[in-house]
């Protein structure tokens, strides 16, 4: 099995979805112009209480979000015990959790914290 056999659809999913934000990054880019772009610079250095709250809370999520992630992920590859042989990558999600009830408990109450954390912030 060669390399471009397995990981073809990854390749080709991640390249279709990469061109479609770029499209959709230069799309928002000619709507808004030179001007609203501006305005969305601007709106980042606001001092008004609620634009500065938001953006805040925003940055606060994305924190929490990068640091949630590496220990889910981890939990995820000890947990992934149903096959011997598969896709390394499907490792690293649920499709793989089996027999192993600490990191399927450990992972539950990881989503429910995290949920929490994002409902809060």
Same mark, same amino acid.
């Given at each position: 099995?060669?390399?471009?056999?397995? *990981?073809?659809?990854?390749?080709?999913?991640?390249?279709?979805?990469?061109?479609?934000?770029?499209?959709?990054?230069?799309?928002?880019?000619?709507?808004?112009?030179?001007?609203?772009?501006?305005? $969305?610079? /601007?709106?980042?250095?606001?001092? /008004? /209480?609620?634009?500065?709250?938001?953006?805040?809370?925003?940055?606060?999520?994305?924190?929490?979000?990068?640091? *949630?992630?590496?220990?889910?992920?981890?939990?995820?590859?000890?947990?992934?015990?149903?096959?011997?042989?598969?896709?390394?990558?499907?490792?690293?999600?649920?499709?793989?959790? /089996?027999?192993?009830?600490?990191?399927?408990? $450990?992972?539950?109450?990881?989503?429910?914290?995290?949920?929490?954390?994002?409902?809060?912030?």
């Amino acid at each position: 099995v060669s390399w471009w056999n397995t *990981w073809s659809l990854a390749v080709v999913t991640a390249a279709v979805l990469l061109c479609c934000s770029a499209v959709a990054l230069l799309v928002t880019w000619r709507q808004l112009g030179r001007d609203g772009l501006l305005h $969305l610079l /601007h709106l980042l250095r606001s001092t /008004h /209480h609620t634009v500065w709250v938001r953006l805040r809370l925003s940055r606060g999520l994305c924190v929490w979000s990068a640091a *949630w992630v590496p220990p889910m992920v981890g939990l995820y590859y000890s947990g992934a015990n149903m096959y011997e042989c598969g896709k390394p990558w499907l490792y690293s999600t649920a499709a793989y959790l /089996h027999a192993d009830s600490t990191a399927e408990w $450990l992972l539950a109450a990881a989503a429910c914290v995290g949920c929490g954390l994002a409902a809060y912030n």
